[in-house]
């Protein structure tokens, strides 16, 4: 209950603050967000499994927004940014897909 | 290791092996989506002692993280809705470049005609009696000058959408097709027409009608239905043109299809002139090698810059 409030502090904060994204960052963007869904999935499950751990999910959410930025960062520069966004946000779907299916079952025992 | 089996399978498959890199990375990826560092992490709390904490409490790191999510996706958000209506702006910029344009092209046309009537104006004058009057009928015969006469209008048109065909016989789509309106011209061609338009595009000796996709282009400008073909030429026209192929053709696709086809009477049609044709020069071939040189020498006369036709 208190994360879903504090999300929903955060959204308000970003709607408030309304911060100008840098035009250099703006790419990374997106596929911040593809990770941090996943981490956020990923956390959800954990806590249904029983098994949620704050590092893992604080370590987790960050290391997974910096490689996927990374992992962007060095496909622009390589020229192949576009495939390796798909990529990533490909196997970050997948992960997403299955976490989701799993807190499904958790909730619903289907 | 075994018990990260039990921890984390909800569906009952066997988790394989330890956690070193594994050939097989997709699927294992799609077996176990959840991070391992959660069911190791819950191990060593199991070895240390320590139970699980159950409820929804979390420390104050998460909920920090948890505030940045938030802020992230609002972020997001706010910067995918602050490019649309760029991407608007792009749009109607583009549309309304393209509405200039089409009123720049409009206007240099009309000033085109304009001035083409002033040089035949000034070249009259400079020719003056005969010589004005056979180029006159020369460009009236040609499709470039513009001609006012009695004729006859063939009129098609697609049968209203929806409507079944009126019969199952195979005489093709109820539509109008290029070919009709070839054949139409052909024979008022044949039936004696000095000059023929197509829904006020006249057509010349190199005109063509042909179609790209579903619509119909005449001397590559596209024309949409009702179809006027209108022809000028002598009064038996009509009745020489009722005779012949397409119109009994188009008589009987239309009895069949519903299509409409008419052929009527018209006095005093105005037939628009063909825009002027582009002139095409030959040119003498420049050639590097010697033995082009030979080959062009060896054929007599080059062709004169101005000399060459259409």
Redesign the interface.
């Known amino acids: 209950?208190?994360?879903v409030l504090?999300?929903?502090?955060?959204?308000?904060?970003?709607?408030w603050l309304?911060?100008t994204?840098p035009s250099a960052l703006?790419p990374y963007?997106?596929i911040?967000?593809v990770a941090?869904l996943d981490?956020?999935f990923?956390?959800v499950?954990?806590?249904l499994?029983?098994?949620?751990?704050?590092?893992?999910?604080?370590?987790?959410?960050?290391s997974n927004v910096l490689v996927a930025a990374l992992i962007v960062y060095l496909g622009d520069q390589l020229g192949v940014g576009g495939q390796l966004s798909t990529g990533v946000v490909v196997?970050l779907g997948?992960?997403?897909?299955?976490?989701v299916a799993?807190i499904r079952?958790?909730l619903f025992r289907a | 290791m075994s018990e990260r089996g039990v921890v984390n399978d909800e569906q009952g498959e066997g988790r394989r092996g330890g956690r070193g890199f594994s050939a097989d990375f997709l699927t294992e990826l799609f077996r176990n989506p959840l991070d391992p560092g959660y069911a190791d992490a819950a191990l060593r709390r199991a070895q240390r002692g320590q139970p699980g904490r159950a409820g929804w409490s979390v420390s104050p790191v998460s909920l920090v993280i948890v505030v940045l999510l938030g802020f992230l996706f609002a972020v997001a958000y706010r910067q995918t809705m602050a490019e649309e209506p760029g991407r608007a702006q792009a749009r109607s910029g583009l549309v309304a470049q393209i509405q200039q344009r089409q009123g720049e092209t409009d206007e240099l046309s009309i000033r085109a005609d304009a001035l083409r009537e002033e040089v035949n104006r000034q070249r009259e004058a400079a020719l003056g009696g005969s010589g004005a009057a056979r180029l006159r009928n020369l460009e009236a015969s040609t499709g470039l000058g513009k001609v006012r006469g009695d004729g006859v209008v063939v009129r098609l048109a697609d049968a209203p959408p929806g409507q079944q065909p009126l019969s199952g016989a195979k005489v093709g789509p109820p539509q109008v097709l290029y070919s009709d309106l070839q054949g139409v011209a052909n024979d008022l061609w044949g039936a004696g027409a000095e000059a023929i338009a197509i829904n006020g595009q006249r057509l010349t000796a190199t005109s063509t009608i042909r179609n790209a996709g579903q619509a119909i282009l005449v001397d590559f400008r596209p024309v949409t239905g009702p179809y006027e073909v209108s022809a000028i030429g002598p009064g038996a026209m009509r009745k020489r043109y009722e005779g012949s192929g397409s119109a009994l053709t188009m008589r009987k696709v239309a009895q069949d299809t519903g299509l409409s086809f008419e052929v009527r009477d018209a006095e005093d049609l105005t037939l628009p002139a063909a825009p002027e044709p582009q002139l095409r020069y030959a040119q003498p071939a420049v050639s590097t090698s010697p033995s082009g040189a030979d080959e062009l020498s060896g054929s007599g006369s080059s062709p004169s810059p101005s000399g060459g036709g259409r």
């Open positions: 209950m208190i994360a504090a999300l929903l502090a955060g959204v308000l904060l970003g709607l309304d911060p994204v703006q963007l997106p911040a967000v941090a981490a956020v990923g956390g499950r954990a806590k499994d029983r098994i949620f751990d704050d590092k893992q999910f604080v370590v987790s959410f960050i196997v997948v992960r997403i897909f299955g976490n799993a079952r958790h």
